[in-house]
T-cell receptor, first 116, second 115 residues
């Protein structure tokens, strides 16, 4: 089965805390892509990162970092020194090819509340 | 990149109304998508267009009718909807549906309420 699990439904932190959002995926594909998107209250899904299955290097972008571990099928997202503006729903997704089309398999999202 | 716009942002309609949602992308992409987002459910892909041709229809009821006149514009025509169709409808675009690394960019969505 192709599946993305975001076990944390809701997380609440106080500003400046570090927070990690978990993403675990299942796939039989050898080549695939993983994505993270942010959905603030305005509704728009904002693309954050794309990572291919052959690149296990961790990535850092400002206060955001991603840890991809193929051995545990995880692609976790950490926000360092969280800010109120980070409050949003965060989605992890897996891109795969089903023989006809490329599809994104989405997790249910993690709602992050950063309180002042 | 935030070059996908959607109108209207909010829509309330009765079950007998006919309305249309509009999406426009300014990114020079060739693929466009309609998604439905309901509470507590994964994002549902409804329709995909690649170079103006519909390439995917995920068993969407015929009361939803997409139209893609060109690679920059996508419409979703709505008629005789049901209350369970109330949701956030998101439009997305990507460079080319056929490439493995294709990244989708989303608009702000239309919040639809069916009374």
């Amino acid at each position: 089965a192709q599946k993305v699990t975001q076990a944390q439904t809701e997380i609440s932190v106080v500003e400046k805390e570090d927070v990690t959002l978990d993403c675990v995926y299942e796939t039989r594909d050898t080549t695939y892509y993983l994505f993270w998107y942010k959905q603030p209250p305005s509704g728009e899904l904002v693309f954050l990162i794309r990572r291919n299955s052959f690149d296990e290097q961790n990535e850092i972008s400002g206060r955001y970092s991603w840890n991809f571990q193929k051995s545990t099928s995880s692609f976790n997202f950490t926000i360092t020194a969280s800010q109120v503006v980070d409050s949003a729903v965060y989605f992890c997704a897996l891109s795969r090819y089903d023989g006809n089309n490329r599809k994104l398999i989405w997790g249910l999202g993690t709602s992050l509340a950063v309180n002042p | 990149e935030t070059g996908v716009t959607q109108t209207p942002r909010h829509l309330v309609m009765g079950m007998t109304n006919k309305k249309s949602l509009k999406c426009e992308q300014h990114l020079g992409h060739n693929a466009m998508y309609w998604y439905k987002q309901s509470a507590k459910k994964p994002l549902e892909l409804m329709f995909v267009y690649n170079f103006k041709e519909q390439t995917e229809n995920n068993s969407v009821p015929s009361r939803f009718s997409p139209e893609c006149p060109n690679s920059s514009h996508l419409f979703l025509h709505l008629h005789t909807l049901q209350p369970e169709d109330s949701a956030l409808y998101l439009c997305a675009s990507s460079r080319n549906r056929g490439t493995r690394a294709d990244t989708q960019y989303f608009g702000p969505g239309t919040r639809l309420t069916v009374l």
